[in-house]
């Protein structure tokens, strides 16, 4: 059964440049999460996309945006990248978002360095 | 608002008990959770309490929850050097799948 998987592992941009980062979910998932974790902080979430749709969303302006693909993957764009930018981007998967607290499973991450 | 708060760090003896605590301060959070985090990785979910519970027990893990005070813990028995990483407590957001977190409590497991 594979689980959340994301790509690339580590990306290094300079700031003003875009970047796309990608995210499969678990097998059966069909909700994704996004969540910023910055050096020694917990994470924070970004935005969770559920039938194509952002269904809700975290403090961060409009820079982050997202989109969820049919088959239920998703990608997050961040565009005029500044250097506090530079983060862990953890992509979290659940099942039907009953917004009931459903058990989300985290993927390994993405590390984005800004220079 | 919403807080979670952790203390930072905590050392132990391999062999002992760790005790991971945690205060929030949602009360209508449904789940409290508990994830693990070793360097350079993504979170992996331990375990999780359902808010209408007092505790929970998996194998070397036992969540307590005191509804009352909005305290979170995690015992971790006989306690080894794997154990080594962070910790973090979280909670869902009332109603959503939103998960807050706390900063997470490093654990350190010496011989």
């Known amino acids: 059964d594979a689980g959340v998987t994301q790509s690339p592992t580590h990306l290094i941009k300079t700031r003003g440049q875009q970047v796309t980062l990608r995210c499969s979910p678990k097998?059966?998932?069909?909700?994704v999460s996004w969540y910023q974790q910055a050096l020694g902080q917990g994470p924070q979430f970004i935005f969770q996309?559920?039938?194509?749709?952002?269904?809700q969303r975290g403090n961060f302006p409009d820079r982050f945006s997202g989109h969820q693909f049919p088959n239920y993957s998703s990608e997050l764009n961040v565009n005029a990248l500044l250097l506090g930018d530079s983060a862990l981007y953890l992509c979290?998967?659940?099942?039907?978002?009953?917004?009931?607290?459903?058990?989300?499973?985290f993927g390994p991450g993405t590390r984005l360095l800004v220079l | 608002g919403e807080d979670v708060e952790q203390s930072l760090f905590l050392s132990v003896r391999e062999g002992d008990s760790s005790v991971i605590n945690c205060t929030y301060t949602?009360?209508?959070?449904?789940?409290l959770y508990w994830y693990k985090q070793e360097p350079g990785a993504g979170l992996q979910l331990l375990t999780y309490i359902f808010s209408n519970m007092d505790m929970k027990q998996d194998q070397r893990l036992t969540v307590l929850l005191n509804k009352k005070d909005k305290h979170l813990s995690l015992r971790i028995a006989d306690t080894q050097t794997g154990d080594s990483a962070i910790y973090f407590c979280a909670e869902s957001d009332r109603g959503t799948d939103k998960l807050i977190f706390g900063t997470g409590t490093r654990l350190q497991v010496f011989p």
């Open positions: 996309y559920y039938e194509e749709e952002e269904r």
């Open positions: 979290a998967s659940s099942l039907v978002a009953g917004g009931m607290g459903e058990t989300q499973y």
């Open positions: 949602d009360s209508s959070s449904t789940y």
């Open positions: 097998s059966g998932h069909d909700t």
